[in-house]
């Protein structure tokens, strides 16, 4: 941390910040610039105490200059996290398609889609049993019944399961039936549900808050990481920005910038991040492009009829056609990865 | 709502979007404008339907046009919201202070604070047992030790008392010790303590997420009311910008603009609002003067001891000073209501 | 300037940008915390280079710690600015209200608003004769001849004029009818109109621009100032955000921020900010709560025939109870300035 | 447009609206539903009207719903525009780079660059002689000395040139030396300019502003084609939002979107876009992937002795390896064109 002082500072108030910082246990370092001082101040976690100056004469700015996050840093740990999730790596080489209804609305729908989608490479199926509803008035999902029938998905083709818990009291029974739990972007700041989730071990996939820095989020993973979870992927999944027209703007700058300072596996969701089905696979081609370690994608058999969030949803056929355009793709980035 | 076809949709499109909606059981209407169809759907609820449009072909928009809140809205009840807290009343023709520490850090520094801003004439005493952190590595409240700690200060002050609840969990045991449950920022989407609090029939602050849309805050309370909690009171406390200068942006415009949407009153929070202790005093006039029905306020006795955001708490001196103008100010907000 | 050296940093990178501190002429300062060195960069203007190390090795950070406006800052001019605009004191004690239409559309509306709002105790008409319009297709305003038409209700009225310009080449043209240049926000940072309005010398209200950050805003203002215009008054019209329901959002808090930050005389538009009339009054009275040194108000005669943006504008009843409603709120304030 | 009644809206209020409709000489359309009328009114140009009825009792909402531009559409012009500029097609089916240093600097400097970059594939010259800058005390540009430089190394490599013009007045002069005109973020709303470049019929690159919506982005579009200008193309750059990680956050989704709703060709600055060089090869290949037309990206020899925006420029290698990459890429997408 370092406290820069304003010009007109008086001596006297620079004292009293040297003071104070004695007074907490850490060692100032003063320099005095042509216009003004500025105050290093040496000891671990220092911004932590940043409050204790506030109201300090004299004191024009406080700056942090280390990251509030350790565990999910890269500077802790360089290489790369890979999961296993039963035999699916994630973090890897190859970008993994998680994919399924937005909801799980029915056994019969879901199982169509799960076929369809293990049968062109998916490798993990998503489908929302417990659904944060901005609405009162909307439908909010099957609850444990929905949590079996995603089971019973898993049963008969072989994916791994996805799926949402939206209070710590339930993160043990969404861990009887799921793979992977999946922390919304309603979610991110929910510190007991971050702390419950990170307690159980499981392998957890944080959306990022609709409006979180990056800092913030990998903050939130920090809650995860530091409950000795170490099976956290992250997933950008669009923020709030003034645009209209795209339901949130998909942030793919924070594809290839996270992974610069995290080593932990990015996913990438369209389908959310945009809000309109024509969107979806460029994006999705644009996330890999970017570096992304996978997609999580709302397919649907009849996206006219879903229950939620039909708009964004593919259907089989456009599904396909991606999946054809996402395995060439592969091909490239695997040929630059020997290259660079 | 209103479907709005593109102006190529040829007939067969058009006619498809009016059987879907018969199909649904609602009503078309469908007007022909010189160069594209345009189609009413009548019918209570229509747009939860909304989805079932979405892949059909030649629409170019879905268009809501009733407020997906019901409860909330001013059409449903046209009166001003009182809730009488104890007999203080929030909502009516006096702005109301709620004061106190960020957290409550020990009991001796919450009664000194306590007992202060009572006899300046605040009514209703603010502090955090519970505190939802960014890292988890920061200072977490002191839990129930601190909820004691706030029942007793009401007991020697008389000051009614506000304090966050976090997780669904905990609302029994936080309506056990406090008058007001707030629920913050963070957790103004978190669906199943909305509906715990909205359950537990205590009267309720509901913060606005710090990106959500007035539309969608009031969608929050519509959770807390449909649960048949009638005494929600809605606090504004910034928004996320691309403004770095303060650590969010006050939306004094929400003030008006809700009180003329929703019956319900309107606390603003300029201290966590703007993150600097120095613009508390004028932000706190102009929330008055715009017609808010309260101000929740950070004060500490000694801000450079804070165990959390010190930088925007007030000492008692700017309180007092602050007490003095809001006198002032309601003097003459008086006498505007009698003249207009 | 500081900059901050990962912790991997190598002794041979510290000392690479040591050097090239050196030779650029200024004076580097090496701390060594614990597990980083971090190193202060003396000379004026240090932060006008730090583009020469960004691609040097080992550097994690590099930050201001001056402001990069002068003439600007309260740092510079501790007191307050005042303008003198033919006798209107503009940044005293006193907020000066200007009204009038949004455009001017024609002589006999033009008079007729200026009367009235002269008779209410406005002491500048506003109009616009060169309108920027988002779309090609909307009214662009009368140009010269709307001009001539504030120029003749000004000599009726002894209202002073502020009127937009909106390229270089009309600065000379709009000066000989306005006494204020109004520079707008789409131009905030058009820069070569920013230093013809400079070097003008006429007084210029510079609105702030819609996604403007307040040290964009300065910095604006420090174009026109630099070259010798010391006539400049900000004006706040509020921001872009993600919220839909106004038009923008008005930011209050950067009233009494820019006027800690800076000496210059601050303004604020509800009108433009909000862009509804029922919102124009409760946001007036906040600003000038907030420690607005005026405002600027749309106001029409028939606000339902204004050729442009008369959702905004006041009707003549509205305006009268807010002029009447900001006398009592003025005699609070200075009630107020008296005792602190 | 469409104007929907409150549901407390009297028999009386829709009549008032009906007869305003008549008045403007347009055609009203009621529809009543269950709860409310709603009004269509049917004529060219309708919401340009909407003013005339901000003040009217009863009315809830007034929505739009045809797009505001038409020239720019793709209902309009169904078929892509492809811009040919000196034998150089933009729009077609290979995404074109453009590249070269920020500024235009020295001729050295300028040549060495060009050279590289046009050995490499590129095609044309990007450099800045007119430097819109924040700050009136950084570099502003070499003007008309740096469009010779660009000029002689367009003679000598053949590459075209782009370079921005930032006031009217200048417009014929930089149409004398560049194949396109750059209209920067700052100016994407100075109507002045965008009608006299407009009027030189000289292709043209329009950024986005950086807080522009994709609407008043086609709608600023428009100005230069209602001025007979067909050789229109428009570039993403990055949009403002609270994100403080990257200097703006690169829009991906608008380059789909924008192709879906025009017909013009969409380029993408990923240097400007995040302002780290580590960043500009990742969201260069998600660009492309999700269907860009092409590229801009500053290139600089020693990007740490740049006179500006050094921090985001590419060295020769890392180009070098850029443009590699995206060789690869573009065989995928010609297979995926075919195959789609």
Same mark, same amino acid.
């Given at each position: 941390?370092?406290?820069?002082?304003?010009?007109?500072?008086?001596?006297?108030?620079?004292?009293?910040?040297?003071?104070?910082?004695?007074?907490?246990? @850490?060692?100032?370092?003063?320099?005095?610039?042509?216009?003004?001082?500025?105050?290093?101040? *040496?000891?671990?976690?220092?911004?932590?105490?940043?409050?204790?100056?506030?109201?300090?004469?004299? *004191?024009?700015?406080?700056?942090?200059?280390?990251?509030?996050?350790?565990?999910?840093?890269?500077?802790?740990?360089?290489?790369?996290?890979?999961?296993?999730?039963?035999?699916?790596?994630?973090?890897?080489?190859?970008?993994?398609?998680?994919?399924?209804?937005? %909801?799980? =609305?029915?056994?019969?729908?879901?199982?169509?889609?799960?076929?369809?989608?293990? &049968?062109?490479?998916?490798?993990?199926? !998503?489908?929302?049993?417990?659904?944060?509803?901005?609405?009162? $008035?909307?439908?909010?999902?099957?609850? =444990?019944?929905?949590?079996?029938?995603?089971?019973?998905?898993?049963? /008969?083709?072989?994916?791994?399961?996805?799926?949402?818990?939206?209070?710590?009291?339930?993160?043990? +029974?969404?861990?009887?039936?799921?793979? *992977?739990?999946? @922390?919304?972007?309603?979610?991110?700041?929910?510190?007991? +549900?971050?702390?419950?989730?990170?307690?159980?071990?499981?392998?957890?996939?944080?959306? !990022?808050?609709?409006? %979180?820095?990056?800092?913030?989020?990998?903050?939130?993973?920090? $809650? @995860?990481? &530091?409950?000795?979870?170490?099976?956290?992927?992250?997933? =950008? !999944?669009?923020?709030?920005?003034? /645009?209209?027209?795209?339901?949130?703007?998909?942030?793919?700058?924070?594809?290839?910038?996270?992974?610069?300072? #995290?080593?932990?596996?990015?996913?990438?969701?369209? #389908?959310?991040?945009?809000?309109?089905?024509?969107?979806?696979?460029?994006?999705?081609?644009?996330?890999?492009?970017?570096?992304?370690?996978?997609? *999580?994608?709302?397919?649907?058999?009849?996206?006219?009829?879903?229950? %939620?969030?039909?708009?964004?949803?593919?259907?089989?056929?456009?599904?396909? !056609?991606?999946?054809?355009? +996402?395995?060439?793709?592969?091909?490239?980035?695997?040929?630059?990865?020997?290259?660079?």
């Amino acid at each position: 941390m370092i406290i820069v002082m304003s010009h007109q500072a008086t001596p006297v108030q620079v004292d009293a910040v040297v003071e104070k910082i004695a007074e907490l246990g @850490l060692t100032p370092e003063v320099s005095k610039g042509e216009d003004r001082a500025v105050i290093g101040v *040496i000891g671990g976690n220092a911004y932590a105490y940043r409050e204790a100056f506030a109201h300090l004469g004299g *004191i024009q700015e406080i700056v942090q200059i280390t990251k509030p996050y350790k565990l999910a840093s890269r500077e802790w740990q360089p290489r790369d996290t890979v999961i296993d999730v039963g035999g699916v790596k994630i973090g890897g080489d190859e970008a993994v398609m998680m994919a399924g209804p937005c %909801s799980v =609305e029915g056994v019969e729908m879901l199982l169509e889609t799960a076929r369809h989608v293990a &049968s062109r490479g998916a490798q993990v199926l !998503r489908g929302g049993a417990f659904k944060p509803r901005t609405s009162p $008035y909307s439908f909010q999902g099957l609850g =444990e019944e929905g949590l079996k029938m995603l089971a019973a998905a898993r049963d /008969e083709t072989g994916l791994k399961v996805i799926t949402e818990v939206v209070t710590p009291g339930d993160v043990e +029974l969404v861990a009887c039936y799921a793979d *992977i739990l999946q @922390l919304g972007t309603r979610n991110m700041q929910n510190y007991a +549900l971050l702390q419950e989730a990170g307690r159980s071990g499981h392998p957890v996939m944080l959306k !990022r808050g609709m409006s %979180s820095t990056i800092e913030e989020w990998l903050l939130a993973a920090e $809650y @995860l990481l &530091s409950q000795g979870n170490r099976n956290v992927m992250l997933c =950008e !999944r669009g923020i709030r920005t003034f /645009e209209p027209a795209t339901r949130f703007t998909l942030d793919i700058n924070a594809v290839p910038l996270v992974r610069e300072l #995290s080593h932990l596996p990015v996913i990438v969701d369209p #389908s959310q991040g945009t809000g309109r089905w024509s969107l979806v696979s460029p994006l999705s081609l644009a996330a890999v492009a970017a570096g992304a370690n996978g997609l *999580i994608v709302e397919v649907h058999p009849h996206p006219d009829d879903a229950l %939620s969030d039909g708009a964004q949803s593919l259907d089989f056929a456009t599904f396909d !056609r991606l999946m054809a355009d +996402l395995k060439r793709l592969a091909g490239v980035l695997a040929a630059q990865a020997a290259h660079n």
